[in-house]
């Protein structure tokens, strides 16, 4: 038992015969015609695989990135309807303006303290104001609704701004309205 044991114990520590053998067998030509047909079928599924995987990074990428956005800018819709208030704090700041009574300086104050913390909590939220007055007009950030002639400013310095415009990070939700310089016709 022990003899058979040991010559088992030697056949395994032997290499295996390859199964591939060494000396050139000869092919027939539709032997080797097939062998070419697999090896270009086999880099066409190589090729296909590489695609594939690559498309597939692709796409967890643009996942990714769209999931990020939508988490930066998940709150732009209530920005957007919270723009208009805004707009109307700086009316009611305006109106309260003319008004010199003790009770105006009141509601003066009282309206500017609720519109200070209103635009804190946009500011924390993401939403910046465009600034226009006295820079050049971009067509990106103003929406232009008029022109004046002004020799005293370049062309297309914008004058004024009629409404303010917000962004949502980087991203415009309402151009600045503004007036923009033109020089004047000789």
């Not at 290499?15 to 030509?29: D, F, G, M, N, R």
């Not at 090729?47 to 597939?56: H, I, N, Q, S, W």
């Not at 067509?139 to 062309?155: F, M």
Request: glycine share 4%; proline share 5%.
């Amino acid at each position: 038992m022990k003899e058979t044991e040991i010559e088992i114990q030697d056949g395994a520590g032997e290499q295996p015969e390859p199964s591939v053998p060494t000396e050139p067998a000869t092919l027939t030509p539709e032997q080797l015609e097939e062998l070419k047909q697999r090896a270009a079928k086999a880099n066409e599924h190589w090729e296909r695989l590489l695609r594939t995987t690559a498309d597939f990074d692709n796409y967890k990428k643009r996942a990714l990135r769209e999931k990020q956005d939508a988490i930066r800018f998940a709150n732009e819709n209530l920005l957007e309807k919270l723009i208009p208030v805004l707009d109307s704090f700086d009316m009611a700041l305006a109106a309260a303006q003319s008004n010199q009574t003790a009770a105006g300086q009141s509601l003066r104050t009282g309206i500017n303290m609720v519109y200070q913390q209103l635009k804190t909590a946009l500011s924390d939220a993401g939403l910046e104001e465009v600034e226009a007055t006295g820079k050049a007009f971009d067509p990106n950030l103003h929406e232009a609704v008029s022109q004046q002639e002004r020799a005293d400013a370049p062309e297309g310095q914008v004058l004024q701004q009629l409404r303010r415009g917000y962004k949502l990070r980087e991203r415009l939700l309402r151009p600045a309205t503004v007036i923009v310089s033109k020089h004047p016709d000789a």
